[in-house]
């Protein structure tokens, strides 16, 4: 797989459940981050997680990283309507080389 | 909040023509970067900016694209001869120095007929 696969491609749960991304890459890296896009909107940054951090929350996210399985997972707990987009990882691979590689995404659906 | 700001949001262009895309960054803010996505298809690096020359290139940033800060706030790109294929939505994002959170613009939705 390319670096940044994330899975699922979609998903959608009901309002008030949890909602899990994954996400996977094949590269060393210096960290990976989460960004919101709404539809066909700027991207919204959510979360950083360094390669040295192992789990990471933010309010209703919580983030983990697995660098043994080159893996991350997002969580969004408590999903609400507003929640409804598309999640993408980036990785930002090496200290000094600060471009990020965007994962494929996931579209959110979270039905009311 | 200070944002990322990015003008046009749509601009239509005919093949073969120049087209500038701007971008004004969070003032405060050293690092300049452009991605864009193709419809349907992932968030692509297209270039980066700091102390006024280019840190890093990916392929698809070839001679048809340049990059400049013209003064002291505006990061342009400029595409000299658009093709089919350049249509897509076009990012601008910027950082501060130590910190590797990147904020994004809005996004400038080029299309190329």
């Known amino acids: 797989s390319q670096q940044g696969e994330e899975d699922p491609q979609a998903l959608s749960i009901q309002e008030g459940e949890n909602a899990t991304m994954n996400c996977s890459y094949k590269t060393s890296i210096n960290n990976l981050q989460w960004y919101r896009q709404n539809s066909g909107r700027g991207l919204v940054h959510l979360i950083l997680i360094r390669s040295n951090e192992r789990e990471k929350h933010s309010g209703r996210l919580r983030v983990t990283l697995d660098t043994s399985k080159k893996s991350s997972s997002l969580l969004i707990t408590a999903s609400r309507a507003a929640d409804t987009a598309s999640y993408f990882c980036?990785?930002?691979?090496?200290?000094?080389?600060?471009?990020?590689?965007f994962g494929t995404g996931t579209r959110l659906t979270i039905i009311p | 909040e200070p944002e990322v700001t990015q003008t046009p949001s749509h601009q239509v262009t005919q093949m073969g023509q120049e087209v500038i895309l701007r971008c004004v960054p969070i003032?405060?803010?050293?690092?300049f970067y452009w991605y864009r996505q193709i419809l349907g298809q992932k968030v692509e690096f297209l270039v980066s900016?700091?102390?006024?020359?280019?840190?890093?290139k990916s392929e698809i940033f070839d001679d048809q694209f340049s990059v400049e800060r013209p003064d002291g706030s505006n990061f342009t790109l400029k595409i000299r001869s658009t093709k089919l294929e350049d249509s897509a939505m076009y990012f601008c994002?910027?950082?501060?120095?130590?910190?590797?959170?990147?904020?994004f613009g809005p996004g400038t939705r080029l299309t190329v007929l």
């Open positions: 900016f700091y102390n006024n020359e280019i840190s890093e």
């Open positions: 003032s405060n803010h050293l690092y």
């Open positions: 980036a990785t930002e691979e090496n200290f000094g080389n600060e471009k990020l590689t």
């Open positions: 994002a910027s950082r501060k120095q130590g910190i590797n959170e990147q904020f």
